[in-house]
């Protein structure tokens, strides 16, 4: 005796395949990035879609980084306890308010795993960041995407999606792609009206490059709410993008949860040792994003002129948020070596490079506008 079931259906819409089947859902989540731009083949290309720091580690982090290569025949710890413990002196926060990741979309999923259930609502303002609808779908939860009001997050218009099935807010602060920023102000009173049981995480892998560094910090929120959850990362303004080391902040019951959930040995020995000396060479790194920060205000300022609607951006890229316009311009970027992040349909992201890469941006620009 035979039963239909989901399986039966699934092959029919794989082609007759009789082997074992992904589930339904995953039918609806989005590549994380559907097109990546292509180098020119024979000429010089410039990098700009992931928003990487283009500078190198510093001879001393490349030192370490070295060293521990020399061990990595052994499993790093289960859970990087002397991250955990120099994170939480750094940030004044208990040692067991720390969770760490393989970047924070690895928090994403031990968030997703530890919190959300199928049918749950999820609400985050579009365009923002392109993980948002992976976790959403992948957890099987509903979507409820918010357009942005003018580039930036209309909280107002988020909290009326507010429902007794909401489980979890996402906000990106600075938000990717568009490099807007929420001030304190807002964010604290958006969080004091939803429901204590509602998860609010905030996502500030961007937050170094807020002008001066007196953007609203979620770690004060995070402070005064058990269902505020940050998540930070060591990719963007420490440079260590290609280790993958992220690590977030929540309270106890919670974090012991995400904990749970997370990789084993998820973070490597070199990833730790690399954040580690890092968190002591602040101060040169944070020099190093001043001078990315002021490369992008000087862009900014280049795309006015041009006549390009750029909002102000507290992070170390810039939106183009040229509509429907967008595909076109993509297109003719690469042609000329500038590989950009499209958003089909809203605009391009385009992360600031070093100054040989950013003066390659201002001349194509230049003359694709002129003519």
């Not at 990098?47 to 720091?53: P, S, T």
């Not at 099987?140 to 580039?151: I, K, S, T």
């Not at 500030?204 to 560094?213: G, K, L, S, T, V």
């Not at 006015?304 to 951006?313: E, F």
Request: with cysteine; hydrophobic share 45%.
């Amino acid at each position: 005796m035979r039963v239909s079931t989901e399986r039966d259906e699934q092959a029919g819409i794989h082609g007759g395949w009789e082997g074992p089947v992904p589930r339904a859902a995953l039918q609806t989540v989005p590549l994380y990035v559907p097109k990546p731009p292509q180098p020119r083949v024979g000429a010089e290309s410039h990098r700009l879609f992931l928003n990487e720091n283009p500078y190198p580690p510093l001879p001393s982090v490349i030192a370490v980084i070295a060293g521990a290569a020399a061990e990595i025949n052994r499993y790093p710890e289960i859970a990087p306890t002397q991250l955990v413990a120099r994170l939480a002196k750094h940030l004044d926060v208990p040692e067991c308010h720390v969770v760490t990741g393989p970047g924070i979309m690895g928090i994403y999923q031990q968030i997703s795993q530890a919190v959300l259930r199928p049918g749950d609502e999820i609400i985050y303002a579009w365009p923002s960041f392109e993980a948002y609808p992976i976790v959403t779908n992948v957890a099987d939860c509903v979507a409820r995407e918010v357009p942005l009001l003018g580039g930036r997050h209309d909280l107002a218009a988020m909290a009326a999606q507010v429902t007794t099935r909401t489980r979890a807010v996402f906000i990106c602060n600075p938000n990717n792609p568009t490099g807007t920023v929420v001030s304190g102000s807002e964010l604290e009173a958006f969080v004091a009206d939803l429901p204590k049981t509602v998860l609010v995480v905030i996502d500030e892998a961007y937050a170094e490059f807020i002008p001066d560094h007196r953007g609203p910090s979620g770690v004060d929120l995070y402070r005064k709410h058990q269902n505020v959850v940050v998540l930070r990362t060591f990719s963007k303004a420490y440079g260590l993008a290609g280790l993958r080391v992220g690590y977030g902040l929540a309270h106890e019951l919670l974090a012991d949860a995400f904990r749970k959930c997370a990789v084993p040995c998820g973070v490597s020995s070199i990833a730790v040792a690399a954040a580690l000396k890092s968190l002591t060479l602040e101060d040169e790194l944070f020099e190093r994003v001043r001078k990315i920060s002021l490369e992008r205000d000087r862009l900014w300022k280049v795309l006015g002129v041009l006549g390009i609607d750029t909002p102000p951006s507290g992070a170390n890229f810039l939106w183009l948020g040229v509509g429907s316009a967008a595909a076109t311009l993509s297109a003719q970027l690469e042609a000329e070596g500038v590989m950009a992040r499209l958003i089909s349909g809203h605009g391009i992201r385009l992360t600031v490079g070093n100054e040989r890469s950013n003066s390659h941006v201002e001349q194509v620009l230049t003359t694709i506008m002129a003519a």
